[in-house]
Nanobody
Framework: QVQLVESGGGLVQAGGSLRLSCAAS????????ISWYRQAPGKQRVLVATITRGGTTDYADSVKGRFTISRDNAKNTVYLQMNSLKPEDTAVYYC?????????WGRGTQLTVSS
């Protein structure tokens, strides 16, 4: 079972930027897709962005043009660069890894955007 560790969360003002990291315990080449999800208080966990083994990316409409997902295969790490942050981006951000027979989650990292 792959282990995922998120980091980089914190408190930022609206309009600011932050980069989240998701470090995997094994090669990213062994994982079909890695995604970032977020869960705001009292709401369901929702998909934010995905990057596949081949490098294809996809984003939720709410973050398109503001967030960028990327990967560093040498470091087994996936990043989420978040720009033009809004208070509604406040949530716990989780990393998810999927391949056949695997659906792994990290513990999450808190992002708070103040207005």
């Amino acid at each position: 079972q792959v282990q995922l560790v998120e980091s980089g969360g914190g408190l930022v003002q609206a309009g600011g930027s932050l980069r989240l990291s998701c470090a995997a315990s094994e090669s990213l080449y062994s994982i079909s897709a890695i995604s970032w999800y977020r869960q705001a208080p009292g709401k369901q966990r929702v998909l934010v962005a995905t990057i596949t083994r081949g490098g294809t990316t996809d984003y939720a409409d709410s973050v398109k043009g503001r967030f960028t997902i990327s990967r560093d295969n040498a470091k087994n790490t996936v990043y989420l660069q978040m720009n033009s942050l809004k208070p509604e981006d406040t949530a716990v951000y989780y990393c998810n890894a999927q391949r056949f027979g695997l659906n792994a989650w990290g513990r999450g990292t808190q992002l708070t955007v103040s207005s």
